[in-house]
């Protein structure tokens, strides 16, 4: 009885050995095979990958039409002129709810040579404008709810910040922010 104790606990610790080879052998040739099919950067066409925004650094804002308040068509080649940050963000975001009180701070100290622009991807509403200027955004505040200009610039998830020189290139992008790091990126990118 011994022996074949012995042996059937064998053959099990051989048997699992082999499960485990061929799980691990088979796991890599599928990753070999899905490489093409999942990156975590993004394609030429600012086609984001999930969860992750497209690199748009180096580009220029395009110009598409988003929203004012009121509904009315707000062209995006309207913004170029002076340096401009444009803060993508949404009242049910949460990381956008802690840095909106940074950007307040922020315009209030550097509006006067820098454009700031919040872009709320859902549409117009009082509700999400009340919610911005109850954390103290005084800047201009535009919608995006058909997604054009976040479709455009690969945007899949918030809060998203671009940093614009006055030409329209985009010279820094960045997910949350706190004041100080959005302080040093206003001094190093756009001042």
């Given at each position: 009885?011994?022996?074949?104790?012995?042996?059937?606990?064998?053959?099990?610790?051989?048997?699992?050995?082999?499960?485990?080879?061929?799980?691990?052998?088979?796991?890599?040739?599928?990753?070999?095979?899905?490489?093409?099919?999942?990156t975590?950067?993004?394609?030429?066409?600012?086609?984001?990958?999930?969860?992750?925004n497209?690199a748009?650094?180096?580009?220029?804002?395009?110009?598409?039409?988003i929203?004012?308040?009121?509904?009315?068509?707000?062209?995006?080649?309207?913004?170029?002129?002076?340096?401009?940050?444009?803060?993508?963000?949404?009242?049910?975001?949460?990381?956008?709810?802690?840095?909106?009180?940074?950007?307040?701070a922020?315009?209030?100290?550097?509006?006067?040579?820098?454009?700031?622009?919040?872009?709320?991807t859902?549409?117009?509403?009082?509700?999400?404008?009340?919610?911005?200027?109850?954390?103290?955004?005084?800047?201009?505040?535009?919608?995006?709810?058909?997604?054009?200009l976040?479709?455009?610039?690969?945007?899949?998830?918030?809060?998203?910040?671009?940093?614009?020189?006055?030409?329209?290139?985009?010279?820094?992008?960045?997910?949350?922010?706190?004041?100080?790091?959005?302080?040093?990126l206003?001094?190093?990118?756009?001042?």
């Amino acid at each position: 009885m011994t022996v074949n104790k012995r042996l059937l606990f064998g053959s099990l610790a051989v048997a699992a050995a082999v499960v485990v080879a061929v799980a691990v052998v088979t796991a890599n040739q599928n990753s070999d095979d899905n490489d093409d099919n999942v990156t975590l950067t993004s394609s030429n066409d600012l086609s984001p990958t999930i969860g992750t925004n497209a690199a748009v650094t180096g580009r220029t804002l395009p110009t598409v039409d988003i929203q004012t308040l009121a509904g009315d068509a707000f062209a995006t080649a309207d913004l170029i002129g002076r340096p401009l940050i444009v803060n993508f963000w949404y009242s049910t975001c949460a990381p956008c709810k802690r840095e909106l009180p940074a950007f307040a701070a922020m315009h209030a100290e550097f509006g006067d040579r820098v454009r700031f622009v919040g872009v709320d991807t859902l549409p117009p509403s009082p509700n999400e404008e009340a919610f911005a200027r109850d954390r103290g955004v005084q800047y201009e505040l535009l919608y995006d709810p058909n997604g054009e200009l976040t479709t455009a610039v690969g945007i899949a998830t918030s809060p998203q910040t671009l940093f614009i020189d006055a030409r329209g290139v985009i010279v820094e992008q960045t997910g949350e922010l706190t004041a100080e790091r959005l302080e040093e990126l206003i001094r190093t990118t756009l001042l």
